[in-house]
């Protein structure tokens, strides 16, 4: 991943610095969520952190999302290191709106929120003490399903053989830039359904990365009629299996199964 070629995809929309330095930030890519965004963001500011960053990635929302959240940014400017929105000229897709937040941030460590999901306090602080204790590469939680369903994830401890019968990660996850970068960010799929996070993951792998999974609900996500929970069908799934068989042959062989959220 070039950060130069990245950020020319994109625009500041707001930008401020308290000139404090923080260790982490919030990518937080958005597309078309102005009605829940809000409930991300607020749950950044709830969060126990001394200094936090946040950085929204405004994928050409033709909803006023990204000014919305310019708003609340401003609104909050005090509780953030630095805090920025982002704007694609384009619609670039999840991946790229990821990509454009690390881009765009320079905090050693990195949390992937989608617009439509939710934090829960302790979650960043527990999370960065558990990376900076362990040395892993990335860390993550369980998941408490809210919204059309109410349940708990599939998360569990890191193993990469696990990832053959599917993926059990969710893309919610605080990660070192430096593995990120490693790894050449997110990669832009042939079929943009949520599988981002799951190659991410084969990716890690193969590069002999760890991660820690911390067995408590720290993260919320969203279930939704748009939500990728819904959106993984039968009708993407072979076409989309195939090409992550293509991308991590010696990973995934041909014994998976199955991709859980």
Same mark, same amino acid.
């Given at each position: 991943?070039?950060?130069?070629?990245?950020?020319?995809?994109?625009?500041?929309?707001?930008?401020?610095?308290?000139?404090?330095?923080?260790?982490?930030?919030?990518?937080?890519?958005?597309?078309?969520?102005?009605?829940?965004?809000?409930?991300?963001?607020?749950?950044?500011?709830?969060?126990?952190?001394?200094?936090?960053?946040?950085?929204?990635?405004?994928?050409?929302?033709?909803?006023?999302?990204?000014?919305?959240?310019?708003?609340?940014?401003?609104?909050?400017?005090?509780?953030?290191?630095?805090?920025?929105?982002?704007?694609?000229?384009?619609?670039?897709?999840?991946?790229?709106?990821?990509? %454009?937040?690390?881009?765009?941030?320079?905090?050693?460590?990195?949390?992937? =929120?989608? &617009?439509?999901? +939710? @934090? $829960?306090? *302790? /979650?960043?602080?527990?999370?960065?003490?558990?990376?900076?204790?362990?040395?892993?590469?990335?860390?993550?939680?369980?998941?408490?399903?809210?919204?059309?369903?109410?349940?708990?994830?599939?998360?569990?401890?890191?193993?990469?053989?696990?990832?053959?019968?599917?993926?059990?990660?969710?893309?919610?996850?605080?990660?070192?830039?430096?593995?990120?970068?490693?790894?050449?960010?997110?990669?832009?799929?042939?079929?943009?359904?949520?599988?981002?996070?799951?190659?991410?993951?084969?990716?890690?792998?193969?590069?002999?990365?760890?991660?820690?999974?911390?067995?408590?609900?720290?993260?919320?996500?969203?279930?939704?009629?748009? %939500?990728?929970?819904?959106?993984?069908?039968?009708?993407?799934?072979?076409? =989309?299996? &195939?090409?992550? +068989? @293509? $991308?991590? *042959? /010696?990973?995934?062989?041909?014994?998976?199964?199955?991709?859980?959220?």
């Amino acid at each position: 991943m070039q950060s130069y070629d990245v950020r020319r995809l994109s625009e500041i929309a707001y930008d401020a610095d308290n000139g404090v330095t923080a260790e982490l930030s919030v990518v937080v890519p958005l597309y078309n969520y102005a009605d829940v965004v809000i409930e991300a963001l607020n749950s950044v500011v709830e969060q126990d952190l001394t200094a936090v960053s946040a950085i929204v990635v405004d994928d050409a929302s033709t909803d006023r999302g990204g000014e919305q959240a310019a708003r609340f940014l401003a609104q909050h400017s005090e509780r953030f290191a630095t805090a920025r929105v982002v704007r694609h000229h384009r619609n670039q897709g999840l991946s790229m709106a990821r990509n %454009s937040g690390i881009a765009w941030s320079s905090e050693p460590y990195l949390f992937m =929120l989608d &617009a439509d999901n +939710r @934090l $829960r306090s *302790p /979650a960043l602080s527990r999370l960065l003490a558990a990376l900076q204790c362990s040395g892993a590469a990335f860390g993550y939680s369980q998941l408490r399903w809210f919204g059309e369903e109410d349940g708990i994830g599939v998360a569990d401890v890191w193993d990469p053989a696990r990832l053959s019968t599917g993926n059990y990660i969710d893309a919610m996850a605080l990660i070192r830039r430096d593995a990120l970068l490693a790894a050449g960010g997110y990669a832009t799929l042939a079929d943009d359904h949520g599988w981002e996070d799951y190659d991410l993951w084969c990716r890690f792998a193969e590069l002999g990365f760890d991660g820690v999974f911390l067995p408590e609900l720290l993260c919320e996500y969203r279930v939704h009629g748009a %939500s990728m929970l819904r959106s993984r069908t039968n009708d993407h799934f072979d076409a =989309l299996m &195939a090409e992550m +068989r @293509l $991308r991590h *042959p /010696a990973l995934l062989c041909s014994s998976v199964v199955g991709v859980n959220p």
